[in-house]
């Protein structure tokens, strides 16, 4: 199913929203849609050198989407963006699928404890 203009605006929107919440200031966030091979909601890319991020959300899924998963996904990529430095040295000195592991599981955490609470504060 494509992404709907009022679909990838939420994200954009939420993307903002977690930005500031989780104090992200040190990174400029390039947004943008297109296709993946996989079955992935939203990619991220960080380049360090030049603190930038690019959060691209997939232009179409093999489902429909609600705003729940698409504020989650706004919420994980956030997480990507900050712990990008982390992942980007342990790239350098390990697999780098050891450190893309790594860095989901910490943000699995987070996803499943702090996610909530801010949420709920939210509300």
């Not at 709907?4 to 930005?19: D, E, L, M, P």
């Not at 697999?95 to 860095?103: Q, R, S």
Request: with cysteine; aromatic share 8%.
């Amino acid at each position: 199913m494509e992404m709907t203009k009022k679909q990838i605006n939420y994200f954009n929107s939420r993307i903002n929203y977690w930005k500031n919440k989780l104090g992200v200031t040190d990174y400029r966030i390039d947004k943008n849609v297109n296709n993946f091979d996989d079955n992935a909601l939203a990619k991220t890319s960080v380049n360090i050198e030049m603190g930038v991020a690019r959060i691209t959300l997939t232009k179409s899924l093999s489902y429909k989407c609600s705003d729940n998963e698409l504020d989650l996904a706004a919420f994980h990529e956030i997480c990507e963006v900050i712990i990008g430095e982390m992942n980007c040295y342990m790239r350098s000195m390990f697999k780098a699928e050891l450190a893309n592991e790594v860095g989901h599981r910490i943000i699995r955490r987070l996803e499943n404890t702090v996610y909530p609470l801010l949420r709920a504060e939210e509300k």
